[in-house]
């Protein structure tokens, strides 16, 4: 069932994307030669006017194939080429723009049923600098250090991408209606740490090291086990939590014994100082019902927010804070379809069924930035040459221009084999 859905969600996105290219195409007086959904051999195609219609035994992808639309034919009337340069624009950036509509409509549904969820402040620390600064209960936080909060997820992104330092923080919020801006420097927790994993919440076994951190530093290995502390004995994990809330670790040498192939190792330890700042309040994560126009603009704004967050994770991939290791392709999509389904199901319904849409709406505006993106083979790839021409008031050579693409599609499909790989890795 779960495969089902992927695969329906996936057709509609990209029918929905083709269908773009298709209604500007006709707009333009452009021939297109063929419709279809899905990559490889025909399944089931059918002959209407100028254009084939058709369904292809892979449901991953689909086309709109426009008469000349690879070739330098442009004296032919019906070619791609032949159309005025704007209209070609209107028709390539349709697809991606077809895409955000999509997510636009699905998210007026969602958000119909499902309500929207402000920023609101839910508590604030007492005594923390918030609560000093000024911040109150039932505060509508607008922007966190200059990125503009809309709903409270966006709060939860920037937290996310965004680690808090030990420096002034600016907030906006909305009292009574009126705006009001706080500054403030956050709360610091402080803990010592040894840096390690254990195997489970009873075990001593040291199940991964952190890189850096004192255990790493003196030697010991993921499967070494952690026997005593000080020469207190550490029997299991209760007597580890009991021990560390007796005897908090500080900035103090201790001495850890540990178990090896039977042998036993001990090693003197100075723990590490990890400090983390505190904002001082909590915030919703809940939904509230939308009413009237409020539907509108909060779809609106969900829509704004998947396309900033994907935004958001390219700049991290280029950046390096995210690896190819983290991208999925449609293996890894269509598990996450899965996952979500089974787990919404104990959730009734309607809610199985917003969470269903809720993905189509993040595939849809992803797939719309994705394509936008200025790389070759991608509709941002053609945008960049054709407003190039637009400029220029001639075309770039045809031939380097498919010469481009070819590279970019053939880059594009190395990266999609990487990256399904990666993700049959991450399932089994």
């Not at 026997?227 to 299991?236: A, E, L, Q, V, Y």
Request: proline residues 4%; negative net charge.
């Amino acid at each position: 069932m779960k495969i089902l859905i992927a695969v329906i969600i996936f057709s509609v996105i990209i029918i929905i994307h083709e269908l773009g290219h298709f209604l500007l195409a006709k707009k333009n007086g452009i021939v297109v030669t063929e419709f279809s959904l899905g990559m490889g051999p025909r399944l089931f195609s059918t002959q209407k006017g100028e254009t084939r219609y058709s369904i292809k035994l892979f449901p991953i992808g689909g086309s709109c194939a426009m008469l000349g639309e690879d070739t330098g034919e442009e004296e032919l009337p019906g070619t791609f080429n032949a159309a005025p340069v704007w209209g070609r624009i209107s028709v390539v950036a349709a697809g991606p723009i077809f895409n955000f509509v999509l997510a636009f409509l699905l998210s007026v549904i969602i958000t119909g049923f499902v309500g929207y969820d402000p920023a609101e402040i839910m508590e604030v620390e007492k005594g923390s600098p918030a609560a000093e600064a000024g911040l109150r209960e039932g505060d509508i936080v607008t922007e966190f250090d200059g990125y503009t909060v809309d709903v409270a997820r966006d709060l939860y992104v920037y937290s996310y991408l965004n680690e808090l330092q030990e420096e002034p923080v600016t907030m906006k919020v909305l009292r009574g209606g009126e705006e009001k801006t706080f500054t403030y420097t956050p709360d610091v927790s402080v803990r010592y740490l040894l840096g390690f994993n254990r195997s489970g919440t009873d075990s001593m076994e040291v199940l991964s090291l952190i890189e850096g951190m004192p255990l790493e530093a003196a030697g010991l290995q993921a499967g070494d086990v952690i026997t005593s502390i000080d020469g207190t004995r550490i029997p299991d994990g209760k007597a580890y939590e009991n021990y560390i809330a007796e005897h908090p670790l500080s900035d103090k040498e201790v001495e850890i014994t540990y178990d090896r192939d039977g042998l036993e190792y001990s090693a003197k330890i100075t723990p590490k100082e990890y400090r983390t700042p505190i904002p001082g309040f909590s915030y919703n994560m809940g939904y509230i019902k939308a009413e009237g126009f409020q539907v509108l603009k909060y779809a609106a704004l969900d829509v704004k927010y998947m396309i900033r967050t994907t935004l958001l994770s390219l700049k991290e991939l280029v950046t390096g804070g995210l690896g190819v290791k983290d991208l999925s392709g449609p293996v890894g999509v269509v598990d996450a379809i899965g996952t979500t389904y089974e787990e919404s199901k104990s959730a009734g319904t309607l809610m199985l069924w917003m969470n269903m849409l809720n993905m189509a709406v993040l595939l849809s505006a992803n797939l719309g930035v994705m394509n936008l993106l200025p790389l070759p083979a991608l509709d941002g790839g053609r945008l960049v040459f054709l407003f190039i021409e637009a400029v220029r008031k001639k075309p770039v050579n045809r031939e380097v221009e498919g010469m481009v693409h070819f590279a970019g599609l053939m880059l594009l499909m190395a990266l999609m084999v990487v990256v399904m790989y990666n993700d049959i890795l991450k399932i089994f």
